[in-house]
């Protein structure tokens, strides 16, 4: 599996903006799709934003608008813009990726360990 490590997130105040940061390592293995995923305390983990191999993106209706989400392939790193932050959007934030272990042609996902997004005055 991939090795996923995030950063960028802190605390920022209500109409703020922070990128996120997911860096990407690991060998014999393809990475697909993308995604960024968040779970705030006492609620279950949702869907952010993803983003394929090819660059096509989806976001969640919460954050439409507002968040952006790119990869760049030669750096194995696959970024979330968020801007006009609310005070709904404090959470921890997760990095995924969709892998393909190339000897065994095997999919699996791999999660970052997260990074805390505080949205607050």
């Known amino acids: 599996q991939v090795h996923l490590v995030e950063s960028g997130g802190g605390l920022v105040q209500p109409g703020g903006s922070l990128r996120l940061d997911c860096a990407a390592s690991?060998?014999?293995?393809?990475?697909?799709?993308m995604g960024w995923y968040r779970q705030g305390l006492g609620k279950q983990r949702e869907l952010v934003a993803t983003?394929?191999?090819?660059?096509?993106?989806d976001y969640a209706d919460s954050v439409k608008g507002r968040f952006t989400i790119s990869r760049d392939n030669a750096k194995n790193t696959v970024y979330l813009q968020m801007n006009n932050l609310k005070p709904e959007d404090t959470a921890v934030y997760y990095c995924?990726?969709?892998?393909?272990?190339?000897?065994?042609?095997?999919?699996?996902?791999?999660w970052g360990q997260g990074t805390q997004v505080t949205v607050s005055s």
């Open positions: 995924n990726a969709e892998t393909v272990h190339i000897a065994t042609l095997t999919s699996v996902e791999s």
């Open positions: 690991g060998s014999g293995t393809s990475i697909n799709a």
């Open positions: 983003i394929s191999s090819g660059g096509t993106t």
